[in-house]
């Protein structure tokens, strides 16, 4: 049966529950009112059965006449018996009527020792008789009882229970096709939100928005799939952008290393030999053609984690000791070039991805390297959780800045240097993710200042829980 119920279609389901409720609600009503109206009744009736008395000449006439009808005693009126009970155990009923099976309270009326009683009791034809017994004030150890058929309120109750039940089944039904109704109307958001799910499953099609009406759970549910979709499609976007990118970048290490190995392979094959100069620059080509595809390589499986770069489990590090290495790091790359670099670094603590942090500062003093003129000074300095790492180069012009930390993106001044146009977008994405800033400008008396701010602590706050 739940399995069955389960099966339905959400708006049957709603309707199924309305009509369930409402059926508990009206035969709950339909219970009361039938209570009360059979209380009532009864009340009525008692009390009636009760306040009535039989004058004491009838009562004399019934009593010396006893089984046959004297023409001084009609009979009850309606469906009343009167009855006359005495302590000596004579019984008489009024003519045309049933007897009544006389009770120990009608014999303990009749010799006084009770003054009336009220009971249920059953006629000689077999009819419920509701029954009032009182003692006559005239005759002596003599008691009077006036009887009605219980069937006279019981057929009310009938005919009032068959009501109730029409009228419930009634409601039951129109219940149940307005809930029917009602459903439909308010799934019908649902049904747009369905055909847009399926649609979109049919033809991945991500442009696909449904019209948000109000501010109900349904309206909220809408924005929330509209939201949802239009991140699926932004990220499907930025994904084939990244492939295409990544695409044309890997394609100019490639081609060179394919002519320069083409060349090798050649002088080989023919037997006419490179002059040495020229077979040691193609070597040196193909190992820095190979270096940069290994870090072109790197770069593309650390942005294509699935949380980012810096994306791991969170740490207190000491951004101090992660510059000074890089410093040493880039100092070993920088002597090449007669550069050397001036280093001030105080203690600051931050939250982050050590090894991802440890890169981006790394990716910043690299780039610093490589734009700074032979000969020039790199400053790096940390104070107060700002890391700043100021070059001497040419600069970046006004119009590019707002483009540096784009993935692929290049200086059209810079396409000649190596590099794969992914360093300071692995640093931007690491410092965001350990709740940081990072930007770039140009500084006074030329060259370009990058600056990182880290939140953290000059003093080692305590580890993550």
Not at 82 to 101: D, E, H, M, N
Not at 136 to 163: D, F, M
Not at 406 to 430: C, E, H, K, M
Request: glycine share 8%; aromatic share 2%.
């Amino acid at each position: 049966m739940i399995s069955r119920y389960r099966r339905l279609p959400l708006r049957s389901r709603l309707a199924l529950l309305t009509a369930a409720a409402v059926a508990v609600a009206v035969a709950l009503a339909a219970g009361a009112c039938w209570l009360v109206t059979e209380q009532q009744l009864s009340h009525q009736r008692d009390t009636t059965l009760t306040s009535q008395r039989v004058d004491d000449r009838s009562v004399q006439v019934l009593v010396q006449s006893c089984g046959t009808n004297p023409s001084g005693l009609p009979p009850a009126p309606g469906s009343y018996t009167v009855q006359v009970v005495t302590a000596g155990g004579l019984v008489c009923t009024t003519p045309g009527k049933s007897s009544i099976r006389v009770t120990e309270d009608d014999v303990a009326v009749a010799a006084g020792r009770v003054d009336e009683v009220l009971h249920d009791s059953r006629a000689a034809d077999g009819q419920e008789m509701r029954v009032a017994t009182y003692r006559s004030e005239r005759l002596p150890n003599t008691a009077v009882s006036i009887a009605q058929p219980v069937s006279e309120i019981g057929k009310p109750l009938n005919a009032l229970a068959l009501v109730l039940v029409i009228t419930a089944g009634v409601g039951v039904l129109g219940a149940a096709t307005a809930g029917l109704w009602i459903a439909r109307a308010a799934l019908r958001p649902v049904d747009r939100l369905t055909g847009a799910v399926e649609h979109i499953a049919r033809t991945e099609d991500l442009a696909v928005r449904i019209p948000v009406e109000g501010d109900d759970e349904i309206a909220r549910l809408s924005r929330s799939f509209n939201s949802m979709t239009a991140a699926l499609a932004s990220s499907r976007d930025r994904q084939q952008q990244l492939i295409a990118d990544a695409g044309h970048e890997l394609r100019t290490p490639l081609t060179s290393l394919r002519t320069n190995i083409d060349l090798l392979a050649r002088s080989e094959e023919t037997g006419r030999a490179i002059p040495p100069e020229d077979r040691k620059e193609l070597l040196a080509s193909v190992k820095a053609q190979m270096t940069e595809l290994a870090a072109l390589i790197g770069d593309l499986q650390e942005l294509s984690r699935p949380d980012g770069p810096g994306g791991g489990p969170l740490q207190v590090v000491a951004l101090h000791e992660a510059a000074g290495r890089a410093v040493g790091r880039a100092r070993l790359r920088a002597a090449g070039s007669g550069l050397s670099i001036d280093a001030e670094i105080d203690k600051w603590y931050v939250r982050a991805e050590p090894a991802a942090l440890e890169r981006a500062v790394v990716n910043l003093l690299d780039n610093a390297v490589k734009f700074s003129p032979a000969g020039g000074v790199i400053e790096v300095r940390l104070v107060k959780g700002e890391l700043t790492v100021r070059d001497h180069g040419p600069g970046i012009p006004a119009d590019e800045l707002p483009h540096v930390f784009d993935r692929f993106w290049r200086s059209p001044t810079a396409r000649s240097l190596p590099g794969s146009g992914l360093g300071l977008s692995i640093v931007a994405q690491t410092v965001r993710q350990a709740g940081g800033e990072v930007t770039l400008h140009a500084a006074e008396g030329g060259g370009t200042v990058a600056a990182v701010r880290l939140p953290g602590a000059a003093t080692e706050p305590p580890p993550i829980a």
